[in-house]
């Protein structure tokens, strides 16, 4: 029976859960209430601070404990018999290839343990990636004695745009030369090898140094026509190094997943939506609210709370983007505070993002489309007043109001009302039915 000599877990760092491990993933900006009476230049550089601002969610907690647990997998294995097997075939395979000789694919330890984190773009995902990475040691090496051997808990790479092979292998290659200040990637490069070579060489370098491997950005899998070999070399990369492969992209990959059975089975795992209008996104606003670095400080309300989940789909990132730029226009314009006017002002400058930002949950809107409609350029308020004047008086001669008793109405009467007076019928509903509006 083997048995290994190694204390793999005494070296690893102590896995958190609950209040402690949410503490530990929080930043929050270096910030102090003097700050708004500095001047604007020192204001504006210290504003830069609330992009590293970061709450986590149940999300984060999610994908720490995943991550976690395929570390402690993948060096489980490392202690076990197979890997020993899995090195000699690796090794004939090596030698095979430079004989001539067709490679033997076939693993030994089996790679079932990969999984995948698919959520939309901004909602914090590859943050809470590098939070729990961070907290799970990193790159720091854990080095053992008996026998001895040097191993990186996690490393991160991005899937290639053009899907090559070979960049994928480099770039694999590169990040454990960094860490273990070795020449894997610079021996590859002059041994001028083959793509079998280098897959077996690089599943060996894993095997033997690397616990997770998590590859970011792997939706440009399906941007390019290479894709699909990309896949079966990683495929393979996964069967002949035995270690946890995590597979991080967007949403428009997972088609790309469900249509083949074995894609499917080694990408099963964590998925994310917009983030909902909940009790965590009002307490992200009401925290991060708090890191005003205008002069008049402002209180957050329900209404702006819900205005910019209207404006950020839910999107964390957006609601970070219009509460720092709120604050630089406010800063710059001189009005030193943040309220809708500022608010919008940064809305504004999402313009290339307007067709994304749809809210998942409908608020109620008290805006009707004759307002959406008379807002134009170059009508000076006065001929506005002037407008609304002569609309409620020729309602008020149609559609008196007022004498105490209920008046008979139907649809057709309030359709030619709102023909003649040129507002929107829905406008004179309002008192005689119950209207709920949402926004679309």
Partial sequence: MYKSEWNIMEKLEPMLVGKQLKDKMTIFPDYGENIRKESASVRLLELNKINSFY???DMSVEIYTKLYLAMVKSLQKKESKLVIQQRNLN??????????????????????????II???GIGKTSAIQKAIEL??????IEMEHPFC??????????????SAKSMLFSILKRIDTSLGTSYYEKMVKAKANINTMLISTAQVLLNHVAVLCIDEIQNL?????????????????????ISIVFVGTPEIKPFFESEDYLARRTLGLSYSKCEYNVYFKRFCNTLWKFQYVKQYEELTESVTNWLYQHSSGILAHVIFLFYTSQEISILDGREIIDIQALESAYQRMEMLHMHVQPEVSMKKIASKRKKHTSMKGISENIEKKEKNVMETDLAEV??????TDMKWSFVELMKEAKKCNVDMVDLLHGKISITEVAV
């Fill in 399 to 404: 559609h008196p109001i007022g004498n105490g």
């Fill in 91 to 116: 090794g004939e395979n090596l030698r095979g290839c430079a004989n001539g000789t067709p490679p033997s694919f076939g693993g030994i330890i089996g790679g079932s343990d990969s999984f995948s």
């Fill in 222 to 242: 399906i941007k390019h026509r290479a894709g699909m070999q990309l896949v079966s070399m990683l495929t393979e990369l996964l069967n002949e190094s035995g």
């Fill in 136 to 141: 799970m040691g990193g790159e720091n090496i």
């Fill in 150 to 163: 040097r191993i990186i808990p996690v490393i991160s790479v991005q899937c290639p745009f053009d899907c």
């Fill in 119 to 121: 959520g939309c773009s």
């Fill in 55 to 57: 709450l986590p969610s």
